[in-house]
T-cell receptor, first 114, second 112 residues
């Protein structure tokens, strides 16, 4: 157990729908990062939050949004879903506000859009 | 843009043999190079990392080498065991940036 909790583990939904993925970081970690892993692809950085504030943005679609709450858990909202959004979505947490050292990944949410 | 190429995409070895996975990065300002192991149904787990001020780092059966001039870095696993079977990802980032650029992964199979 990495200490980073992601729910749900699996999600099947139809095109056009909206879903919310949840991530609880390791105890004491203030940064949460979201990554997307499509089939046979590496992980693509989506967005980072640090202590409730958006800190960095990657290749995140406008249909996607995220937030980090006062208890430091984070949610990734995916709307107007398309077949191509089917992927594994990982979050990682870190105690740092900058830098990529000390990342710890969760087990991911597998999203299937049908 | 920033890119990390990883080869091979699949690698099969006999138990006890060595395995080598190679990555090339494009951003010459990259100075942190971690390697992750991803087992089925789990998230990536950091197994070793190297910073640009060293050329090699070793941890038991795992070693990483870095050639900054050529912008290459490699993962070496010696005396492979069946439990080493997994997908391995290399990554690169600049110091104090907020994202890792990942390679596309290598599926390693170790046959008993």
């Amino acid at each position: 157990d990495s200490g980073v909790t992601q729910t749900p583990k699996h999600l099947i939904t139809a095109t056009g729908q909206r879903v919310t993925l949840r991530c609880s970081p390791r105890s004491g970690d203030l940064s949460v990062y979201w990554y997307q892993q499509s089939l046979d692809q590496g992980l693509q950085f989506l967005i980072q939050y640090y202590n409730g504030e958006e800190r960095a943005k990657g290749n995140i679609l406008e249909r996607f949004s995220a937030q980090q709450f006062p208890d430091l858990h984070s949610e990734l909202n995916l709307s107007s879903l398309e077949l191509g959004d089917s992927a594994l979505y990982f979050c990682a947490s870190s105690p740092r506000d900058r830098g990529t050292y000390g990342y710890t990944f969760g087990s991911g949410t597998r999203l299937t859009v049908v | 843009g920033e890119n990390v190429e990883q080869h091979p995409s699949t690698l099969s070895v006999q138990e006890g043999d060595s395995a080598v996975i190679k990555c090339t990065y494009s951003d010459s300002a990259s100075n942190y190079f971690p390697w992750y192991k991803q087992e089925l149904g789990k998230g990536p787990q950091l197994i070793i990392d190297i910073r640009s001020n060293v050329g090699e780092k070793k941890d038991q059966r795992i070693a990483v080498t870095l050639n900054k001039t050529a912008k290459h870095f490699s993962l070496h696993i010696t005396e492979t065991q069946p439990e080493d079977s997994a997908v391995y990802f290399c990554a690169a980032s600049r110091y104090n940036t907020d994202k890792l650029i990942f390679g596309t992964g290598t599926r390693l199979q170790v046959f008993p």
